[in-house]
C-alpha cells in the first residue's frame, strides 16, 4: 500500500473541529470515524472523496476508521458489491482498522446491528417515545405539512405503549403488508425542521436481506439507524454530505435517547456521543455519478461493465489507468467545503498527468503506423533508451533497429505546412534515439494513401546529431518494423457530448452519450511493450498515457488503454 501523505490543503474545517475535540478530552483520546457505503453498487469519483476524508482525518489523528456496511435497505444489496467496495478502498490506498463487529478488524455491517436497534426501539415505545401508525404515505405526508405552519398529529400519536409494543411486535412477526403500519418517533409535530415531525423509524418490507435472509420483515430508516450504528461502534466524527445537514437535529436526538438507555460506549472513562458534520459533495461535470444511473449504463450495456474504463467508478478509472495517489491529489485539491460547486474532470487529468509523468516507463508506440524503408541502411543496431528521463533509477532499455520502421502517419506530409518540421519529400527528421533520415520518395495505395515512404539515413547521424553540426528540428518516434508487437489500442474519450448531462432530467441523459468515447486501433509497439505486465502504465512517447489492460492484455498480445492524453491546455488555478 502506499503511503497517504499529510498536506496543508487538508486543514479545512473538519479538521479544525476534530482537532478542537480532540484537544479537550472529547474523544477519549482516540478519533474513530467510519465510511458507510451502502453494498448497493460500485463506488466512484464521489465516494473517493468522502474515503479520502474520513479515511484521511483518522489517520491525521491517529484513530481508527471503520468500513461499515450500511445494508439497512435490503432490496438491491449484494456481496459482490461489498466485495468490489472493500478492494476499491484498499486501492485508494486506506484500511480500516478497529475491533469490528465479524471477525474482521474494522469492518462492522449495519445488519449485524438490527437486534440492538429492535431493542433501542422497543424501549422507546416503552418510554411512550415512539408510536405505531398506520396512516398511509399519503396522509402522512399531509398530516407532516409544511415548515411555516405546524403539522397534524397522527390519531395514533397519544396510544399508549402497551398498545405500540404490541402493534410494533406484530409488524416483526410479519402480521402486516408493507406500509401498513410503521413506527414513528414521538418528537414535534410543530418544528420548523420537517425531519422532527414523528419520522419514520421502522418500516414492514417483505424483503429477503442479502445476508439475513427472511429474519427481518422490518427495517430501520437511515436516520434511526445512522446514529445507532456509529454510536456503539464508538465513532467520534461522523462526516457525511451536505445534504444531511438537516437532519443532524434527529441525529442528536436519537444519540440521546441511547444516552438515556446507556447504551453511549465509554472509553478511557469519557463517554463517546457521535457528532455529525457536513461537507459538500463532489460533482464532476461530463458524466453521471447516480449510483442508478451507473447501473442503468451497465445494464442497458451502454458501457462493458462497472470498471469500463470510460465510468466514473473507482474500478473504472483503476482500468483506465489513473493512479491512486493521483485520485487522492484531486480530491486533497478539490478540498473540503460547505459549498456546493462543480469540478472539471480536467483537473483530475492533470492530476493523473502529473503523476504518471514522474513514474511511468517510457516506450515508443506507433498508432497509425506507415512504413518507412531506410534504402541505405543494412543489418540491425540498438539504440538505448532511458525509461524515465525524469527517474535516473528507472533505468534504460534497448531497442532494435533495422531498415524497416513504423512511423505516425501524422509524422509525414506530401506537402508541409508551415511550421510542419517532420517528416516531408526532400525533408531531414530525427528518428528519436537513433539517426537522422531524409526522405527519398514516397508510395500512395489506391484510396491515395501513403503507404510506404522510403529514405536515406546520414551515416555520420548515429546517436542523432548531424556530422557537420547542421540543424534538424524535428524529432519523431518509430518502432522497428521487424521486432514490432501488434498492440490493440483503445482511445477513451468522455461519455458525454456536455458538461451536464442531466440538464433535461435523468430521463434524457443516454441523448448525450458520446458516440466516439472508443476507439480501437491496431498499433504497432517496441518489443519490450509486447510483455507489459497488465495493469502496468506507461507514457507513449509524443501520444499519452496509456495502461496495459488488466483484463484483457496478455503477453504477446498486448492490449492498451488511453489513460489520459499527453497534454491539455488545462492548468490548475
Ligand atoms: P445512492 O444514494 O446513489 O445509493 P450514495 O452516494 O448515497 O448513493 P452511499 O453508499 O450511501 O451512496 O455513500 C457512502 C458515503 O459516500 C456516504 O457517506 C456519502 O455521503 C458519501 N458520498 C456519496 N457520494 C458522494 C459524493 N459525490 N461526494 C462526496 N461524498 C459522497
Ligand atoms: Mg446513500
Redesign the pocket.
Known amino acids: 500500500m502506499e503511503e497517504v501523505k499529510d498536506s496543508d490543503t487538508s486543514r479545512h474545517f473538519l479538521r479544525q473541529w476534530i482537532d478542537e475535540d480532540h484537544a479537550a478530552g472529547r474523544t477519549g483520546g482516540q478519533v474513530v470515524t467510519r ?4 453494498p ?2 460500485y ?5 473517493a ?2 474515503v479520502c476524508v474520513d479515511f484521511g482525518m483518522a489517520k491525521l489523528f491517529g484513530g481508527e476508521c471503520h468500513l461499515r456496511l ?1 445494508d439497512t435497505n435490503p432490496t438491491k444489496e449484494s456481496d459482490e458489491y461489498a466485495e468490489n467496495i472493500k478492494n476499491d478502498i484498499r486501492w485508494l490506498g486506506f484500511q480500516w482498522s478497529g475491533a469490528g463487529d465479524a471477525g474482521e478488524a474494522g469492518f462492522y455491517n449495519a445488519s449485524n446491528m438490527f437486534d440492538t436497534m429492535y431493542r433501542i426501539a422497543e424501549n422507546l415505545i416503552k418510554a411512550g417515545q415512539a408510536y405505531c401508525c398506520n396512516l398511509t404515505q399519503e396522509e402522512w405526508k399531509q398530516y407532516r405539512g409544511v415548515p411555516e405552519k405546524p403539522g397534524t398529529p397522527s390519531p395514533s400519536r397519544d396510544t399508549d405503549p402497551e398498545r405500540n409494543l404490541r402493534i410494533f411486535r406484530e409488524m416483526r412477526d410479519g402480521k402486516y403488508a408493507d406500509g401498513e403500519w410503521c413506527l414513528r418517533a414521538k418528537i414535534d409535530m410543530a418544528s420548523p425542521n420537517i425531519h422532527f415531525r414523528d419520522p419514520v423509524i421502522y418500516r414492514i418490507r417483505h424483503v429477503s436481506h442479502y445476508h439475513l435472509g427472511d429474519k427481518w420483515c422490518i427495517y430501520p430508516m437511515y436516520d434511526f439507524a445512522h446514529p445507532i450504528e456509529d454510536a456503539l461502534e464508538g465513532v467520534t466524527h461522523s ?3 451536505l445534504e ?1 445537514e438537516v437532519h443532524r437535529p434527529l441525529y442528536d436526538w436519537v444519540v440521546d435517547r441511547m444516552d438515556e438507555q446507556g447504551l453511549l460506549v465509554v472509553r478511557n472513562g469519557v463517554k463517546i456521543r457521535p457528532q455529525q458534520r457536513e ?1 459538500a ?3 464532476i461535470t461530463w458524466t453521471v ?4 444511473l451507473l447501473l442503468q449504463l451497465v445494464t442497458e450495456k451502454h458501457v462493458a461493465g462497472w470498471d469500463d474504463p470510460r465510468m466514473p467508478t473507482v474500478c473504472g478509472m483503476r482500468r483506465r489507468g489513473f493512479p491512486p495517489a493521483a485520485i487522492r491529489e484531486f480530491c486533497e485539491r478539490v478540498g473540503v467545503t460547505k459549498v456546493e460547486s462543480e469540478s472539471d474532470p480536467a483537473l483530475l487529468e492533470w492530476c493523473v498527468r502529473e503523476e504518471l509523468n514522474r513514474t511511468a516507463a517510457r516506450r515508443m508506440a506507433v498508432l497509425d503506423p506507415v512504413k518507412v524503408v531506410i534504402e541505405n541502411f543494412e543489418g540491425s543496431r540498438t539504440v538505448t533508451k532511458a525509461n524515465n528521463p525524469l527517474d535516473e533509477s528507472a533505468g534504460s532499455r534497448e531497442i532494435p533497429f533495422s531498415r524497416e520502421l513504423w512511423i505516425d502517419r501524422a509524422d509525414f506530409q506530401e506537402n508541409p505546412e508551415k511550421k510542419f518540421f517532420r517528416l516531408g519529400p526532400d525533408r531531414e527528421v530525427r528518428l528519436a534515439g537513433a539517426c537522422i533520415v531524409k526522405c527519398t520518395g514516397y508510395e500512395k495505395d489506391a484510396d491515395g494513401k501513403v503507404s510506404l515512404i522510403r529514405c536515406t539515413w546520414d551515416e555520420g547521424s548515429w546517436g542523432g546529431n548531424a556530422p557537420d553540426g547542421r540543424k534538424v528540428k524535428g524529432t519523431i518516434h518509430w518502432v522497428d518494423a521487424a521486432t514490432a508487437v501488434k498492440a490493440e489500442v483503445r482511445l477513451y474519450d468522455r461519455l458525454f457530448t456536455v458538461p451536464d448531462p442531466l440538464q433535461d432530467g435523468s430521463d434524457g441523459f443516454l441523448k448525450y452519450m458520446n458516440k466516439d468515447s472508443l476507439r480501437t486501433l491496431t498499433a504497432y509497439v517496441e518489443p519490450a511493450l509486447g510483455q507489459a505486465e497488465p495493469g502496468t502504465s506507461f507514457q507513449f512517447e509524443r501520444t499519452g498515457y496509456f495502461v496495459a489492460d488488466a483484463k484483457d492484455s496478455k503477453p504477446g498480445a498486448p492490449v492498451f488503454n488511453r489513460t489520459v492524453t499527453l497534454k491539455d491546455s488545462y492548468k490548475p488555478a
Do not use: Q, V, W, Y
Request: proline residues 8%; hydrophobic residues 35%; charged residues 25%.
Open positions: 465510511f458507510p457505503p451502502e448497493n453498487g463506488i466512484h469519483i464521489g465516494h472523496k468522502a450500511d462526516m457525511c454530505t444531511f461537507f459533495r463532489l460533482n455519478m447516480s449510483k442508478r
